[in-house]
């Protein structure tokens, strides 16, 4: 059986494979050509992350398809319901990649409260003839601790994100349309770990008191933040989207920096990708990264390791 792994997967995952009996195919298979891969190849299982549509097209005209698999949590790039609804096995992995984005999400907020988003641009260019003025211009940095963590959606990687924020010394407030109570369990390197009780309150009440927000819900038809949302904010607070594009309305946002409404704003995954828009690239209080939250080798160990075990346990049982 074959297994195309067309926006690749972790050497775990083709070990794990291949020990089985599969040929695993990482060849990149651009879009349009697809169709006419897998039917000449007779692939079995596609498994893609962001890049890679499968569309009802792709569903209805490769009869070999038995799985389709997603490296990640969301699955907006595959038309589930179709698919299932055909009879094919769609599978992800929502666990895997939570605690990496976590782990993006405060190294955006910490390089945010401390200008390093601007700084690491101009260093290299002027630290050498403006070293005071730099250093003056990003002496008014601010400590996360004692702070609020606003949490929009309390799934498995909010938790990830309200651990590391109660870790630091943070006060955390939630907002989950689906989730009222949670339970998270924050560990220590030896063993030592608290519980912590999170109920969650109206979003607009999160809006309001939060000194920083986070982003953990999935794709939308309308922005989760608009222009309304952003007035309900803090003066001086932060955002931080590392969930999906289109979650947050880019050109209000870009309204809200420039006015100095918010002082910062960190943004993972965006509106128009891979073709981010140029006023979103160019301005100097965004925190920019290029859609990486589950990009560490131990979550894309994870996910290689999850979706070989699902596919061995679909096919080979």
Known sequence: MKVL??????QTGIDSLEAAGFEVITNTIAQDELISYINDNSIDVILVRSATKVRKDIIDSCPSLKIIGRGG?????????????????????PAASSASVAELVFAHLF???????????????DGDSRFKDLKKNYAGGRELRGKTL????????????AKIALGCGMKVIVSDKFIENVTVKVEFFDGQFINMDL???????????SDFISLHVPAQKNYVIGRKEF????DGAAIVNAARGGVINEVALIEVIESGKLSFAAIDTF????????????????????????????????????????IKSILLN
């Open 73 to 93: 949590v969301g699955m907006d790039n595959i038309d589930v319901e179709y698919a299932r609804g055909k009879g094919l096995q769609v599978i992800n992995t």
């Open 271 to 310: 509106e128009n990708e891979p073709t981010p828009a140029v006023k979103v690239l160019m301005n100097g209080k965004l925190s920019l990264t290029p859609h990486i939250g589950a990009a560490t080798k131990e979550a894309q160990d994870r996910i290689g390791t999850e979706l070989a075990a699902q």
């Open 199 to 209: 109920t969650s309150i109206p979003f607009e009440e999160v809006l309001k008191q």
């Open 5 to 10: 792994a067309n926006d690749g997967v972790s």
């Open 231 to 234: 007035k309900l904010m803090k």
């Open 150 to 161: 606003g949490i929009i959606g309390i799934g498995r990687i909010g938790q990830e994100v």
């Open 111 to 125: 390089g945010g409260v401390r200008f390093l988003y601007d700084s690491n641009r101009n260093m290299p260019l």
